[in-house]
Each structure stands twice: as C-alpha cells, then as structure tokens.
C-alpha cells in the first residue's frame, strides 16, 4: 500500500499502435506509445490502481501506479575507449596553447 505524499512510479498508454502515425517506422507503429513518470502520490493506492501524481515540476497526472519508490536504473553504457582517451589529448592540446 502506497500513503499520500510517497515518490512513486506510474505508467499509462498515450497512444495504442493503431493509433500511431503511418509514417512512422514499421517496428514503431507496431508498439504503443508508453509514458512512464515518477512523482508524488496524491492519494493512498494500491499496486495497480489508477492514481494522480505530482511531479518536481507540478503537474498533475493520472497512470496506473508500477511501484514504490523508484530508483534509476540507467545508465550510459559500456564505456568507449576511443572517449576515454579524448580528454588527455584536449588538455595536452589546451596546455600547449598558453
């Protein structure tokens, strides 16, 4: 059970695939368009009942409630050895400047 005020995560559909726009690629159109957004719970739910959050901007939106206290899981990746290597040779460019 979720209390008023928790950070939360909810999840709605904006756009099922027939909905979508033709033009769009051929792997798009087939799924839906998902929005998925965190914020503050503005009433006492359930997993999976439809709620109204606010976000950290104050907007209120209604979705489906996914969880409780989300955390990010993203992150950029692997890391590129070709970037890693850019930034010494910037500085050495930039020292070689002064």
Do not use: C
């Amino acid at each position: 059970m979720a209390k008023k005020g928790e950070w939360v995560k909810i999840h709605d559909v904006i756009l099922n695939p027939s909905d979508r726009a033709p033009s769009l690629p051929d792997d798009t159109k087939q799924v839906p368009f998902e929005m998925w957004l965190n914020g503050f719970l503005n009433h006492d739910a359930k997993i999976g009942e439809i709620v109204e959050i606010t976000t950290l901007s104050g907007r209120k939106v209604k979705g489906t409630l996914v969880e409780i206290n989300p955390r990010y899981t993203h992150d950029f990746g692997e890391p590129l050895p070709e970037l890693l290597k850019i930034g010494p040779i910037l500085k050495s460019m930039l020292e070689k400047r002064d």
